[in-house]
């Protein structure tokens, strides 16, 4: 007789979804039983890279993962449906089936279960017109997350390069995987004496924006031996948080005084937060290139101008200078000639008379006429009394 389960969700409060930085951060990048979280982790990749993750859009979410097809002897198929939560709070597993096809099971309750993450098995019912899924014995998987880590090597447990599906990349372009590990759960089974244990890897593919989780290709029941359970979170989301210097910023034209600057990050990362991969900012119409040019071009411009002017300056003191220098050719101003007769040449009549000529006396043309024609001008005002004779 079939007994069938339903997957249900509790009610999630706002104080328990809710991401304070004060008061509900919880640590869980540490093995330690403590009830508070971080939004926060610091990781370090190859001993030498740090990054730092944001793990708040997983909090207070929940996926549903089917698993393979698979069909019995006679025909009927079945396959495994888990939910998956990182964070608190936790979900429900409980059977669901129809009353009327389970005869013989009315009596008896419905078995359930509640944890971080737990698997049903489906089993598709034809029924009249349509199809039915009943989901029967709800299993425990992951109750309580152990740490966040970015090593595969938990405990005893480690995780082989085919089930990460790392066979096909090499060393260098192996993805950024971070590791969730819960606490294992106790288990009736004999093949699992340490129980079943959950590790979820959150694999940072930064094309990828929506949260996208599924089984391992090498395990497409999500586990390989029964006691072990692998899911693989595919996100942009996952990826570390791009810091000041792993992204790259491309500046636009500048239009109508306004710029847009796109951020680029780098495949490793992506951009959160205050980083908004496109903003605007005020500009100029000129580049900074363009500025230093025409400053250097206005002071080369105020410098020639004012060399000008003193050069001129100097040139019309050197003309003045030289002018006065072509007026007297010896360099020095001429002395003064003067004309007059001392007290005893009125008394000697051998000493010869000058008479002043009535003849009109030519002045000089301008300034620069020479001390020899001013000689010459002079010279013929004089008569001589012996010529009277």
């Known amino acids: 007789m079939l007994r069938l389960p339903i997957l249900r969700r509790q009610s999630l409060s706002t ?35 740090k990054f730092t993750y944001d793990f708040s859009p997983f909090v207070g979410r929940s996926w549903n993962i089917s698993g393979v097809r698979v069909f019995s002897r006679e025909g009927s198929a079945y396959y495994h449906f888990f939910t998956v939560a990182l964070f608190p709070p936790n979900i429900k597993c409980q059977e669901q089936y129809d009353n009327f096809d389970m005869i013989g099971l009315l009596d008896q309750d419905k078995e359930a279960v509640e944890g971080l993450a737990c698997r049903v098995t489906a089993l598709p019912t034809p029924s009249s017109n349509r199809s039915k899924t009943a989901y029967v014995t709800p299993l425990l ?12 090597t938990h405990g005893n447990t480690s995780l082989s390069d085919e089930v990460l599906e790392y066979d096909s990349h090499d060393n ?6 971070v590791f969730f590990w819960f606490d294992p759960v106790a288990s009736l089974s004999s ?27 090498s395990c497409p029941d999500g586990t390989c031996d029964g006691c072990l359970f692998l899911v693989i979170l595919e996100t942009a989301q996952a990826c570390p948080v791009c810091e000041s210097n792993d992204y790259e910023t491309i500046n636009g034209e500048c239009v109508n005084g306004k710029q847009t600057i796109h951020s680029i990050p780098k495949k490793h990362c992506v951009i959160t937060g ?18 230093t040019i025409l400053t250097i071009l206005v002071l080369s411009m105020v410098l020639l101008s004012i060399g000008f002017i003193c050069i001129c300056r100097r040139n019309r003191r050197l003309e003045y200078k030289y002018t006065r220098l072509i007026e007297s050719h010896t360099g020095e ?15 000697d009549e051998l000493q010869d008379r000058v008479i002043f000529s009535k003849g009109r006396r030519s002045a000089p043309n301008n300034s620069r006429t020479t001390l020899r024609d001013h000689r010459e001008n002079d010279n013929a005002a004089f008569i001589s009394l012996d010529s009277e004779d």
Do not use: W
């Open 15 to 49: 104080r328990n979804t809710t991401f304070d930085s004060k008061s509900t951060r919880r640590s869980v990048h540490n093995r330690v039983h403590r009830t508070r979280y971080t939004q926060f982790c610091h990781f370090v990749h190859n001993n030498e890279t």
């Open 141 to 152: 998987v992951a109750s309580r997350l152990d740490s966040i880590t970015t090593s595969r």
């Open 172 to 177: 260098t372009s192996r993805p950024l995987d």
């Open 191 to 217: 093949t699992c004496p340490n129980g079943n244990q959950l590790v979820v890897v959150a694999r940072c593919l930064p094309t990828k924006k929506q949260i996208e989780m599924r089984l391992p290709h």
């Open 274 to 291: 205050a980083a908004s991969q496109t903003k605007e900012v005020a500009c100029s119409a000129f580049t900074a290139f363009q500025k």
């Open 333 to 347: 101003l001429p002395a003064v000639e003067t004309c007059g007769l001392d007290e005893d040449e009125d008394d």
